[in-house]
């Protein structure tokens, strides 16, 4: 089950990752329908632990309304049951990552399940992600970044005042072609005056 409640929104909840948030997890890596890998390799369930790397990785699950009766950690996700094993089975719709805030500006990074996009969830977890960064480092700017094919990432990122700080041309082979990556940044004074 999601671990400890870390942030809220009105819908959504981000909750720690636990080990058994791993087989949920790994989706996120295997699955281009979620994201594609941005060179992460592909690792088994019996590979990835819920560790300390530098990173803070958090289960986006449904809360409020919108998590039906019961908490998240209590209710079923499209069709599953709280007595099911399944991944899905206790209201996880996806990941957010705050990465690299130990060494340098941290990079978020995150994922939904095809089954909510285009709902605003990922709007409301990355912006809970935003405000849990510039509460817990002293940082200046956050970053992240979107394939240049990725609209909706990108749309994302820019409607939440993120800025086109630079491309990385051909960066990624994805789907037959070379990729580009397109960088953004956040300052922190920008995110406090909602300036963007």
Not at 21 to 36: C, I, K, M, N
Not at 140 to 169: H, K, Q, V, Y
């Amino acid at each position: 089950m999601p671990g400890a409640r870390v942030a809220s929104g009105e819908r959504v909840a981000l909750r720690t990752a636990e080990q058994d948030d791993v087989p949920f997890l790994q989706r996120g890596s295997t699955e281009p329908d979620l994201r594609y890998s941005l060179g992460t390799p592909v690792r088994n369930q019996e590979a990835i632990e819920i560790s300390d790397d530098g990173s803070d990785r958090f289960v986006v699950c449904l809360d409020g309304d919108d998590a039906g009766p019961g908490q998240p950690d209590e209710v079923a996700a499209f069709g599953g049951s709280p007595d099911d094993h399944a991944p899905d089975a206790v209201g996880r719709i996806g990941m957010v990552a705050v990465q690299d805030a130990d060494f340098k500006r941290p990079e978020l990074g995150y994922w939904l399940i095809p089954e909510v996009h285009g709902e605003g969830y990922g709007k409301e977890a990355v912006s809970l992600a935003v405000d849990y960064a510039f509460r817990t480092y002293d940082t200046p700017a956050i970053g992240a970044a979107a394939f240049g094919f990725n609209d909706a990432s990108r749309g994302l990122l820019e409607s939440l005042g993120f800025a086109e700080e630079g491309r990385r041309r051909e960066f990624m082979f994805v789907d037959g072609d070379h990729r580009d990556m397109v960088q953004y940044g956040l300052l922190r004074g920008k995110w406090r005056d909602g300036d963007g």
